[in-house]
């Protein structure tokens, strides 16, 4: 009989005391709480670290000041046999965890993602930037990456998958973005599935920085580049296409595609 999985939640944090609260306050009202939750302080001014201890997180300190480098910290240093990545703006609702591991009862699927829902907003300027930013994002790399890619602040990996490519990640460039980098490094031929139910509430007071919205942009097409022979659509189709069942990491029997996209079909084309 297969053991239960167990869960790490990894939180990347600079500075972002209130918002971090508010997101350990929501993990700790989970119907199904994490087994672990690792924040790792990427070098905060504020009192960061002091409220992840008095919420009883376990919290590690990564000195290389790159969100990437926060990241793969915790994913190093979780136990879970899952990791769940949120950042500090993100404020799951109670059930989201539960939800997001029924995925994991297919054992062919290696991570689970949703979209976020930018809260703080007019309801035009939410609609708006739903659209011009979350949708365009899994539109634009669900065709470059020929399945859904990950969203950092609501994914969920098994931690042998994690393992498998973490000497590939670029995880001291402080101009990549992480998530879309782990996207580009986990084998085409992994399922990963992007459930557009499972809605995260993040902060929407980053598509408001309208210069900052230029550099995530540069940082997206640099970290695609860096992706090198892995992100060639021919690769990335011989991958999907022809993988045999050693492709996928940990013991599975034979290789099946797993569903990459749960319901409502409409908003983003599936791979």
Not at 16 to 37: G, S
């Amino acid at each position: 009989m297969r053991r239960p999985d167990t869960v790490t939640v990894v939180v990347p944090v600079l500075d972002d005391a209130d918002q971090l609260r508010r997101c350990l306050a929501a993990l700790a009202r989970q119907t199904r709480l994490p087994d672990e939750v690792v924040v790792v302080d990427n070098g905060s001014s504020d009192d960061s670290a002091a409220v992840a201890s008095q919420a009883g997180a376990r919290v590690l300190h990564e000195p290389v000041r790159a969100i990437a480098a926060a990241a793969s910290r915790g994913y190093d240093a979780a136990t879970g046999t899952l990791i769940a990545r949120l950042d500090s703006d993100s404020c799951p609702g109670p059930d989201w965890l539960e939800r997001a591991l029924r995925h994991f009862d297919d054992d062919r699927v290696v991570a689970v993602t949703g979209p976020g829902e930018f809260r703080g907003l007019g309801r035009l300027e939410r609609a708006f930037w739903h659209v011009a930013y979350m949708r365009a994002y899994f539109a634009l790399m669900t065709a470059a990456l020929w399945r859904p890619p990950l969203f950092g602040s609501n994914l969920v990996i098994r931690r042998h998958a994690w393992e498998a490519v973490r000497s590939r990640v670029h995880r001291y460039d402080a101009d990549v973005h992480d998530d879309v980098d782990l996207s580009v490094q986990l084998d085409p031929a992994w399922p990963v599935v992007l459930d557009r139910s499972l809605v995260m509430s993040v902060s929407g007071e980053p598509v408001r920085d309208l210069p900052g919205l230029v550099v995530r942009t540069r940082k997206a097409l640099r970290t695609l580049a860096l992706g090198g022979f892995r992100i060639l659509p021919v690769v990335r189709a011989v991958r999907r296409c022809w993988a045999t069942p050693r492709a996928v990491p940990g013991a599975v029997a034979e290789r099946v595609p797993g569903p990459d996209v749960v319901e409502p079909l409409e908003e983003v084309p599936a791979s």
